[in-house]
């Protein structure tokens, strides 16, 4: 086959442009037409491999934080598609200027083009791979699947979208077109990328949310006069708690690996894939409804990238991402007085027998002192309990957690602060007993904490506590109210009541929730979020 020939097709086939020259013969320091073929070239390539490359990023995406609108779904298509054809255009210049820069490496055998293409497609795939492995949880049988399927189809449409553009620039030394090349491509895999990217679509207009709020499930109580107290203490192990004279027992630390998740899993006594839970803080689109919670720790483009350019933003979690209610306001909603102070993901409310004191005025009244956060909150639920009564109370005391897992601070301070804390909390169960209230107590490592969990109890138990999911099944048992099936803990009080089914979805008219930026900066200096 003669040069012209070979040239003829590959242009037939879309491989090089009408003026292309000796690109090996090229000067690339003074030669205008070098970089324009390099570029054209390599823009081709990216934006196709982009096309592919996006799919598995927003079908796992997708699958862990469904449901998401159809302008969210696009507007983290266009992100992760953005980024993609970046970053792929420079990693394919940067091959090219290797090939040029190193005359030992030309494409001199098909052999050679297709290595180098796999070991390019390689490096990509396991930036993908690397990306999908920084979640905080195992993916899901569907995810697995899914996720595989477009790795594996990006893997292959990376190594022939490579080897062509590196084919556009070693035409005199190989002398003849590979078989992979022999007929034009770019056309039905473009058609093929555009056909798996409508898909991604689908989930978002099969899955509109049209359920309107219910009335709360009607169960069958016992009707019971206790008070009941229950005090959450984050940082707070068996290990500690014992050297201040705080008797009870250990409890398995819960395999959450957020403080959100692992105290909305404890206060709606049901896991997060339930109660949808998972982080700190998320990332919101711009329009959009939902707030993405499950992210890879690796993830640049929405962490970074995205609020960078103004189509998304970064965000507290706001009360409207719990789908499980609190047992307490299970309580409430049939009839119980209750009180709630600087729970995550409550918002300040006052209705019917319940009142909820969220964390945002806590957190803004505290000034960055951690301490201040504990005493702020008892003292708003002492005051509530002084005017109203309600038969079952809860605080959320986060300071042990923040002085010693979070702020910076010399072991020195910490320790005095962490004494401080843990005075905090005995001078808290003597106020709740002195009003006449059972205390239940539970204590929890922080993040990167290591120890055991702590049940503290005032009332007689029947049993001894396993787990943490065991407060929310022994809350419901001591208030005469019956634990549902969807939690995995068992009641440590005495009950005769039967579980129903679920005590059903979590009813909230508000949707779109933005919480102000004091309590997002306060949320960043207290070292919940980097």
């Known amino acids: 086959m003669s040069l012209d020939d070979l040239r003829r097709q590959l242009r037939d086939r879309g491989y090089l442009q009408n003026g292309i020259e000796r690109w090996f013969a090229l000067d690339p320091w003074s030669s205008r037409t070098f970089w324009l073929e390099l570029t054209i070239v390599a823009a081709k390539a990216a934006i196709l491999i982009a096309a592919f490359g996006m799919l598995p990023l927003v079908a796992i995406m997708l699958v862990r934080n469904h449901p998401l609108s159809a302008l969210e779904t696009l507007l983290m298509a266009v992100a992760y598609f953005g980024t993609s054809v970046v970053a792929a255009f420079f990693f394919i210049v940067a091959i090219a200027l290797i090939?040029?820069?190193?005359?030992?490496?030309?494409?001199?055998?098909?052999?050679?083009?297709?290595?180098?293409?796999?070991?390019?497609?390689?490096?990509?795939?396991?930036?993908?791979?690397?990306?999908?492995?920084?979640?905080?949880?195992?993916?899901?049988?569907?995810?697995?699947?899914?996720?595989?399927?477009?790795?594996?189809?990006?893997?292959?449409?990376?190594?022939?979208?490579?080897?062509?553009?590196?084919?556009?620039?070693?035409?005199?030394?190989?002398?003849?077109?590979?078989?992979?090349?022999?007929?034009?491509?770019?056309?039905?895999?473009?058609?093929?990328?555009?056909i798996l990217i409508a898909l991604l679509f689908l989930p978002a207009y099969a899955s509109q949310e049209r359920r309107a709020p219910e009335a709360p499930i009607q169960v069958v109580t016992s009707p019971t006069d206790r008070r009941i107290a229950f005090i959450a203490v984050d940082g707070l192990t068996y290990e500690l708690a014992t050297t201040?004279?705080?008797?009870?027992?250990?409890?398995?630390?819960?395999?959450?690996?957020?403080?959100?998740?692992?105290?909305?899993?404890?206060?709606?006594?049901?896991?997060?894939?339930?109660?949808?839970?998972?982080?700190?803080?998320?990332?919101?689109?711009?329009?959009?409804?939902?707030?993405?919670?499950?992210?890879?720790?690796?993830?640049?483009?929405?962490?970074?990238?995205?609020p960078a350019i103004g189509i998304a933003r970064r965000e507290p979690l706001p009360p409207t991402v719990r789908r499980r209610d609190f047992v307490w306001e299970i309580f409430a909603a049939r009839g119980v007085p209750s009180a709630s102070v600087n729970w995550w993901t409550t918002a300040d409310d006052r209705s019917g027998a319940l009142?909820?004191?969220?964390?945002?005025?806590?957190?803004?009244?505290?000034?960055?002192?951690?301490?201040?956060?504990?005493?702020?909150?008892v003292k708003r639920l002492l005051g509530i309990i002084d005017r109203t009564r309600p038969r079952f109370a809860t605080v959320y005391m986060p300071a042990l957690d923040v002085i010693l897992n979070r702020m910076p601070l010399d072991r020195t301070t910490q320790l005095a602060e962490s004494v401080r804390a843990l005075d905090g909390v005995v001078q808290t169960i003597l106020s709740l007993r002195?009003?006449?209230?059972?205390?239940?107590?539970?204590?929890?490592?922080?993040?990167?904490?290591?120890?055991?969990?702590?049940?503290?109890?005032?009332?007689?138990?029947?049993?001894?506590?396993?787990?943490?999911?065991?407060?929310a099944p022994t809350l419901c048992a001591a208030m005469g109210f019956p634990s549902s099936a969807e939690m995995p803990g068992v009641p440590l009080v005495t009950t005769d009541l039967a579980r129903i089914a679920s005590y059903g979805p979590r009813a909230s008219s508000r949707e779109n929730?933005?919480?102000?930026?004091?309590?997002?900066q306060n949320l960043k200096s207290l070292g919940y979020i980097k």
């Open 244 to 306: 201040r004279g705080i008797t009870g027992s250990p409890v398995a630390a819960m395999v959450e690996r957020s403080t959100t998740e692992r105290w909305a899993s404890v206060g709606t006594g049901v896991p997060s894939r339930l109660h949808g839970v998972h982080a700190v803080e998320g990332v919101r689109f711009r329009g959009g409804r939902h707030l993405l919670q499950s992210l890879s720790s690796s993830d640049y483009v929405l962490h970074a990238i995205a």
């Open 434 to 471: 002195r009003r006449g209230y059972d205390v239940l107590l539970l204590g929890l490592p922080g993040d990167r904490q290591g120890g055991r969990g702590v049940l503290v109890s005032t009332m007689p138990l029947a049993r001894t506590p396993a787990s943490a999911y065991d407060v």
């Open 99 to 194: 090939l040029k820069l190193r005359p030992a490496l030309a494409l001199d055998t098909p052999r050679a083009l297709l290595g180098i293409s796999f070991m390019a497609s390689a490096i990509l795939t396991a930036a993908i791979a690397i990306w999908w492995w920084q979640f905080g949880s195992a993916p899901s049988l569907a995810e697995l699947v899914i996720g595989l399927a477009l790795i594996v189809t990006f893997f292959l449409i990376a190594t022939v979208a490579i080897s062509a553009a590196l084919l556009s620039f070693s035409i005199y030394e190989l002398k003849r077109v590979p078989a992979i090349h022999q007929r034009p491509r770019g056309v039905p895999m473009s058609f093929a990328a555009a």
């Open 355 to 377: 009142q909820e004191i969220g964390q945002e005025p806590i957190f803004a009244a505290a000034a960055n002192d951690p301490l201040q956060l504990d005493d702020g909150a």
């Open 513 to 520: 929730v933005t919480l102000n930026d004091e309590y997002y």
